[in-house]
């Protein structure tokens, strides 16, 4: 018997990943996918939305090469999740054009109960922008947020990796496929990422590079799956404004950091917070403006001071417009600047061979949430390694 996801696996390949026809064909024709692949070619050649080349996709694509492509991705242990299923995303259901099929590895909280926020950028980031993105990507996920990405250095990177810092959920939506060896500097922070419960989705099931267009059609699910989005680092001809046109067109509130006064590479930011775009300069603020969103994420459940994250990070405070305490900058130590006492006491004892975290705890005298954020930021930045047996030892 084929499943329901064999069908839309099969519509994917026929129309591409972006197009926004599985969708309107499931909404619209009698019976699904599954009826209008059921109809044949002669159905297919009348219909006036179905172009030329598509019809001669339909006729050649057949449907158990979509089936060959589920199995083969459930034993790879990649997630399908289409518009039939319950995990599918509901803020994707309502842009213009969803995607058909999302390969997912990792878990995720419920989408509907958790904010999700976008935080996106500059490849090539200053070192005020990587710092900033580290902080707001920490500071969001302390506070409840899931913090979404793309997979490249730079911003990206920098958000995911204060997310993972936090031992928060971080999503990082890729341009390539689950296995793909693309951005392998990355490599060990998606690692991390699913370590600490977060996830890799893609709308790719093979591509090893990006292709044409690729970039494009990554970036409206990363705006799209979120409350709101984040900017950091907008040149004057930037790709990074993409992400702006994709938050205007889906209804998504757009938050961008100005960076330092006059900074060329920050013209572009300048110029939406011109036009109307929110000034942010912290992760409290968007907080705060989820707070304010109701719905049904409860966010002022989220990020007052509750169990997990209190045992984690320092005490955020619990209204609105209240004094917040900063991160601890530890947390967030950039691996070209001095290394904290901590860090470099963590380091020596790592000389004398593995420890592990209790031994490290007992030895240090830091709490497990301190020492377990600074033991992954060290691992992100290739200065420590974890061993079998949940032990440490110096890379």
């Known amino acids: 018997m084929v499943g329901d996801s064999a069908f839309w696996i099969w519509a994917q390949q026929v ?88 390969y997912k590895k990792g878990e995720l909280p419920d989408w509907e109960s958790v904010p999700f926020v976008a935080v996106v950028g500059a490849r090539k980031a200053t070192e005020e922008s990587l710092d900033f993105a580290r902080t707001i990507g920490f500071q969001l996920a302390s506070g409840g947020a899931v913090v979404v990405s793309g997979g490249a250095v730079g911003v990206d990177g920098g958000a995911l990796s204060g997310a993972v810092s936090a031992l928060g959920s971080g999503v990082s939506i890729l341009p390539v496929d689950l296995d793909s060896p693309y951005l392998a500097k990355n490599m060990a922070l998606r690692s991390k990422l699913l370590e600490t419960g977060g996830a890799l989705l893609s709308e790719y099931f093979s591509q090893r590079n990006p292709g044409r267009g690729s970039f494009h059609q990554r970036n409206r699910l990363i705006t799209g799956i979120c409350h709101c989005v984040v900017l950091i680092q907008a040149g004057e001809k930037s790709g990074t404004m993409i992400y702006a046109r994709h938050a205007a067109k889906q209804g998504r509130e757009l938050f961008v950091y100005p960076g330092p006064a006059g900074a060329p590479e920050y013209v572009g930011s300048r110029r939406l917070i011109q036009k109307g775009a929110r000034m942010v300069s912290s992760g409290w603020e968007i907080l705060e403006y989820l707070s304010g969103l109701g719905g049904s994420f409860a966010p002022a459940a989220v990020w007052q001071d509750q169990e997990p994250h209190a045992a984690w990070v320092p005490r955020i405070g619990g209204n609105a417009g209240e004094e917040r305490e900063e991160s601890q900058a530890p947390l967030l130590a950039d691996s070209s600047k001095e290394r904290s006492p901590q860090e470099r006491q963590i380091l020596r004892l790592l000389e004398a061979g593995e420890k592990t975290i209790d031994e490290l705890k007992d030895q240090t005298g830091l709490e497990a949430g301190e020492l377990l954020g600074l033991l992954t930021q060290m691992e992100l930045e290739g200065r420590v390694e974890t061993a079998p047996g949940q032990r440490y030892r110096r890379s």
């Not at 599985?22 to 159905?43: A, K, T």
């Open 15 to 102: 129309f591409g990943e972006g197009s926004p026809m599985p969708w309107y064909i499931y909404r619209n024709f009698p019976g699904g996918l599954e009826g209008f692949y059921r109809s044949g070619p002669r159905c297919w050649n009348a219909l006036d939305y179905i172009t030329e080349q598509q019809a001669a996709a339909l006729n050649k694509i057949r449907l158990e090469s979509a089936q060959v492509k589920l199995e083969y991705a459930q034993k790879l242990g990649w997630n399908v999740v289409t518009p039939e299923c319950e995990k599918y995303p509901g803020r994707l259901r309502n842009i213009s054009d969803p995607p058909a099929v999302l």
